[in-house]
């Protein structure tokens, strides 16, 4: 089992920053590939990034591409995402996912992580 807390979310002018933070229980974070994803208001939650387990392997919706950047660290059960450029359509709720690295299949979708987090509210404004 992981528990995955989300923070770091507020209200943020077009072109600025913000760090999402996720922090897991358990000792086997390192074992998990971690992803983000965001869902706005009458739309689909959509996939943002995805990191795997040792990090090696990162990916982005095109969306975010050379905006975003994700990253963990498994000494502190951490996974961020450094959200640069924001753009007043990057608002939505954004989630913190996880699936064991025994896990086959796409990382983009919903059904491919088996863990999730409450969710940290991110508005840009224009």
């Known amino acids: 089992q992981v528990q995955l807390v989300e923070s770091g979310g507020g209200l943020v002018m077009a072109g600025g920053s913000l760090r999402l933070s996720c922090v897991a229980s358990g000792r086997t974070f390192s074992s998990y590939r971690m992803g983000w994803f965001r869902q706005a208001p009458g739309k689909e939650r959509e996939f943002v990034a995805s990191?795997?387990?040792?990090?090696?392997?990162?990916s982005y919706a095109d969306s975010v591409k050379g905006r975003f950047t994700i990253s963990r660290d498994n000494d502190k059960n951490m996974a961020y995402l450094q959200m640069n450029s924001l753009k007043p359509e990057d608002t939505a709720v954004y989630y913190c996912a996880a699936r064991h690295r025994s896990v086959v299949g796409t990382i983009t979708t919903q059904g491919g992580y088996d863990y999730w987090g409450q969710g940290t509210q991110v508005t840009v404004s224009s």
């Open positions: 990191i795997s387990w040792t990090g090696g392997f990162i």
